[in-house]
Structures are given as C-alpha cells and as structure tokens.
C-alpha cells in the first residue's frame, strides 16, 4: 500500500498522502529532503566483479547502499522535525551514479513534511 515506518515509530512515513479512515494529514508543512553519498572502495570493486562473472548478489555493495539510503532518510527525518513534523508523505527514493570514474554513488530522498491530524 505504499506505507512504512521502519526506526522511528511515533513517526510517520508514507509513499502515499492518506487519505482514507485512520491516520489524516492535518497541515502540509513543505518539502524536505535528505542526500547521502558513498564511494566504492576497491575492496567491493574487485568483489563485485568476481560477482559479475560467476553470478550472485554483491553484498558489500548492498551493505553500502542501504546504509546510504538509512542515512539519507534520517536527514530527511531530522529536517521535517526542525519544522515540527510528525510525519512526512509522498515520499521518493532517488539513485545516481557520481564521479569521473563512476567511483561514488548518490542516495537522495525527499517528501513533504506533514502534521498530522
């Protein structure tokens, strides 16, 4: 349904605005976001191209990732609180490629900032 709330629990997070029974926006406060940007080490590198060839999942890389994404959602969270949000809505994940070399990789997340009713 497009709902989560993973670290903070009197916290709302959302990928939709609700608009049904249950939980309702009461004032949107505005846009928030949070970026995080990670660099691939060389360790990963040589990993992860073993990995290309014989197949499977490249887990330093998935560490690395979600670490990034976890970090850049709790700036975002730290920001909506600063505007004395409880909750943030619609939000959206974005993924870049960084770099001369393609060496870094750009996590940034953003949303509205909401009071809830």
Known sequence: M???????ESFFLATIVPNGEGARVGKFLGVVNGEAIIGANIFRDMFS??????????????????????????????????????GIVGIDFDYEVLGENNGMMMVAVSGTAVKMA
């Open 49 to 86: 191209s073993i990995r290309d060839v014989v197949g499977g999942r490249a887990g330093g890389y998935e560490r690395a990732l979600s670490g990034a994404r976890d970090a850049a959602l709790q700036d975002m969270m730290a920001a909506a609180k600063e505007l004395g949000a409880d």
């Open 2 to 8: 497009g709902w989560f709330s993973k670290s903070d």
